[in-house]
């Protein structure tokens, strides 16, 4: 559970064709993570070289110690909104100390074994802010689209769009036709041939048409200046209890929305390998590339479905097409990254344009809204809080929304049934245990429970036990489907016996499972009825019933 994948690699062999094929499949994914490195770098609000330094870093981390052959780690487009939200409130060494907090969440996660939970996150809640975030992305880049001369944007959706119509009139045509230039290079040459990737195709012309011509659009260089050549050297965060009061909110929606992103994309590269990921192993190592990324001065990082599916149909099938990957992009920023400050800031806005389209999964959306209510209103409540909102906030409010309509779900699962002796000549052979095959005797009622008995469910119990004119004197609560029973359920039941003791009604429990045994107990409830009156057959509790009821009553 906690080997990286690496490590069982190479204790099962490695051959000299596969090293070829995963040499080959990391140099291609290496070019194509150089633009959107630099992409989601300055589209989350920091300098080009972050998101550089965080591919190599997290790449490398992530590919040597994960849990996945053939995933590919660094910074992504879910992460852009998040961190740009960090940034604009807390400034870089905000951003810093939250991704370094939320390298050590993740770390916890892995260890103790919680890689499987986030599986349990709702498909609503998932589609929900990545549409969303999707929908911001490209908003953001509107300006660059369309080279608006603005000091700045604001951070809210609308008053965003409000500022680019204000400011429509300061349209750089030149910026239009190189942003669209790129959008139609990046989606149809791979049409024509997979080997080269066009977002790098598009970067490239774009770059050499803008230098040549000398054409007025904004560049990297013109933006933030010169682009460092040399690596960066480590720097340890300074951390204090007051600090990680402040940021432990934004931390923990980094740690969540890496693990989810994460895992989504190990899930989908072992369907396109046929492999199994190790989640926990791939959680530890996710944790451990945001941390030292924050160390190095980078941004949070994650799998990258779209890199780690490049990976795949180039023929990379171990963790060292990872490692390559990294390695080239090092490569690059040392020798040839002077030449990326020349990138027009038009062709960036290109390329997440198109990246926007790519995560925005569209057809999720509409299926989702075609299938259940309840669905279909986490779906809408996330997508608009997290663009007229927070992320932060979308996350929160989709997950506690997707919680209670479970629980409304799982109430309504719930059952109390009363069975009256007016059944007693039915049989039913395809169920033994049927009450039917009995012989129940007059004086006795039976009450069946269907489903969880937890908090939400419990006023039905409650209100299917308050008996009718009837005065029974003996109470039997079959529970053989009852999987599971919380301290709401548990302080019911105890009331309801207490009452029906109180009355004189004996109450038998039948067909109890072992883990509810246990928790009536802890809570002392099995004393009150009496272990003799908890059975697991319904045929005991119908005899035991017998027994007392035979028993002649002691006169006060």
């Known amino acids: ?288 590339a945001n941390v030292f990324s924050s160390i190095f001065g980078g941004i949070p990082a994650t799998g990258a479905i779209a890199r780690t599916a490049t990976n795949i149909k180039n023929g990379g099938r171990t963790p060292i097409s990872g490692i390559v990957h990294a390695i080239t992009l090092l490569a690059i920023m040392l020798f040839v990254g002077k030449w990326a400050k020349l990138i027009p800031m038009a062709s960036l806005a290109g390329i997440l344009m198109v990246v926007a389209y790519n995560m925005s999964e569209y057809k999720a959306f509409i299926s989702l809204t075609r299938g259940p209510k309840s669905d279909a209103i986490i779906l809408i409540i996330t997508f608009s809080l997290t663009v007229l909102v927070d992320l932060v906030v979308a996350l929160e409010i989709g997950m506690v929304l997707a919680a209670f309509l479970f629980m409304k779900k799982m109430a309504s699962i719930s059952q109390i049934n009363e069975i009256t002796n007016q059944i007693n000549d039915v049989k039913d052979i395809e169920d033994p245990e049927a009450t039917g095959n009995y012989v129940v005797p007059e004086d006795v009622e039976i009450y069946e429970v269907n489903g969880p008995l937890f908090f939400g469910a419990t006023y039905k119990f409650r209100d299917a036990l308050k008996l009718s004119d009837r005065k029974p004197k003996i109470l039997i609560i079959r529970m053989r489907y009852v999987p599971t029973i919380d301290a709401t359920g548990l302080h019911h039941l105890k009331e309801i016996v207490k009452d029906f003791k109180h009355k004189g009604i004996k109450v038998i429990i039948s067909g109890i499972q072992p883990e509810v045994y246990k928790e009536l107990e802890k809570s002392r409830i099995a004393f009150l009825i009496g272990k003799k009156n908890i059975t697991n057959h319904i045929k005991l509790a119908i005899d035991r019933a017998n027994f007392i009821s035979e028993q002649p009553k002691v006169k006060s």
Request: charged share 15%.
């Open 1 to 288: 559970m906690f080997v990286p994948k690496l490590f069982t690699v190479f204790k099962e062999g490695y051959s000299k064709e596969q090293f070829i094929k995963d040499l080959t499949a990391g140099l291609i994914v290496g070019v194509v993570a150089l633009p959107l490195a630099i992409a989601f770098a300055i589209a989350s609000g920091v300098s080009p070289e972050k998101g550089l330094v965080t591919a190599i870093i997290a790449g490398f981390i992530i590919s040597a110690f994960g849990g996945s052959r053939v995933q590919i780690g660094g910074p992504t487009g879910a992460f852009i909104i998040i961190v740009f939200a960090i940034v604009q409130k807390y400034g870089i060494s905000g951003l810093t100390i939250s991704t370094f907090m939320a390298g050590f969440i993740i770390i916890i996660l892995g260890i103790t074994k919680l890689g499987s939970i986030i599986k349990f996150i709702p498909q609503s809640v998932i589609v929900g802010f990545t549409s969303g975030i999707a929908l911001i992305i490209f908003s953001i880049q509107i300006k660059d689209f369309l080279g608006l001369e603005m000091d700045s944007v604001p951070s809210e959706f609308i008053n965003k769009w409000g500022a680019y119509f204000k400011n429509i009139h300061s349209v750089n045509i030149y910026a239009v036709v190189i942003t669209l230039a790129t959008v139609f290079i990046s989606v149809y040459l791979p049409r024509l041939t997979k080997k080269i990737p066009g977002s790098l195709v598009a970067l490239i012309l774009s770059t050499l048409v803008v230098s040549i011509f000398n054409l007025p659009v904004e560049t990297i260089y013109s933006k933030f200046g010169e682009i460092p050549s040399s690596f960066p050297k480590p720097e340890f965060p300074a951390i204090d209890f007051a600090i990680i009061k402040e940021l432990i909110e934004p931390a923990f929606v980094i740690a969540l929305l890496g693990s989810i992103e994460s895992l989504l994309s190990a899930v989908v590269a072992d369907g396109m390998i046929g492999g199994r990921h190790r989640s926990n192993m791939e959680l530890i190592a996710q944790g451990a």
